[in-house]
């Protein structure tokens, strides 16, 4: 009876100190490093665990009982169609709006415009795959809006994420790319390359949310996490890396 009564102390211990897993979009890869970095330190009994990948392929995965105990979108559609159809445990909360902007590895994009891409220098343009990463559809919007869809189809590569896209750029398999601001903003980016700020009036908004999911409403560092989110620190962290904040 000794023996087993240890055993399901040890088995609860266990439980309470399992990771909390976070669903994130992958602009956000710079910027919740460190957050993360920030909330470990007030907070090293709980342990966080961060996937970084596309806002739609995550909502996927949580439809279908991937166990994420909070889903990061970079487009608050998504985390919404998840509250409607039951799989929130927390109301959407808005946390960015972001901006896209063209970015190299090795040209001044800083003096490019997106009708710079018309020259066929750019033989290949990195964006993400609009069917599931909301970047990639913003790319696609801008270009439509700017007449050049048609023109750059043929030369476009498709990332299957923003981070992924910026990989492209970084590896050569592009010459430029459209990317998130937040990832052009990260030191160690700026250091490599340079960007041009796409007009947000080429595209619809960019405003970004999550959600404590169904799976995470249990879970105590679920809750802890998303107030830390909304904290100060948290805010400095968001403008620095070029997010505009709700109120803002």
């Known amino acids: ?65 991937a166990p994420f105990d909070l889903y990061f979108s970079a487009d608050i559609a998504y985390p919404r169609a998840l509250e409607e159809a039951g ?5 959407v909360i808005p946390y960015a709006e972001g901006r896209i902007v063209l970015w190299s590895d090795g040209l001044d994009a800083s003096e490019l415009t997106l009708d710079s891409l018309r020259d066929e220098r750019f033989r290949r343009i990195a964006i993400a795959n609009p069917r599931h990463a909301p970047y990639g559809a913003r790319a696609r919007e801008a270009l439509i809006a700017s007449g050049l869809w048609e023109t750059l189809e043929p030369r476009l590569v498709f990332g299957e994420n923003i981070a992924h896209t910026m990989q492209l750029v970084q590896s050569g398999a592009a010459e ?18 340079s960007y041009y700020l796409i007009d947000e009036a080429l595209h619809a908004p960019l405003e970004q949310g999550f959600i404590i999911t169904r799976h995470g409403g249990d879970h105590p560092t679920a809750k802890l996490f998303a107030e830390a989110m909304q904290s100060p620190e948290a805010r400095d962290i968001m403008r620095a890396y070029g997010f505009v904040l709700p109120g803002e």
């Not at 309470?16 to 956000?28: F, G, K, N």
């Not at 799989?87 to 109301?91: F, K």
Request: glycine share 6%; net charge negative.
């Open 176 to 193: 430029v790319g459209i990317i998130a601001l937040a990832l052009a903003r990260n030191p160690a980016m700026l250091d490599r390359g």
């Open 1 to 65: 009876m000794a023996t087993f009564a240890l055993s399901l102390v040890l088995t609860a211990a266990q439980a309470s100190e399992a990771p909390m897993r976070i669903a994130a979009a992958s602009d956000l890869r710079f910027a919740l490093e460190e957050i993360l970095e920030t909330f470990a330190a007030d907070h090293p009994e709980h342990p966080v665990e961060i996937v970084y990948g596309s806002s739609g392929r995550f909502r996927s995965q949580i439809e279908n009982g």
């Open 87 to 91: 799989h929130a445990a927390s109301e």
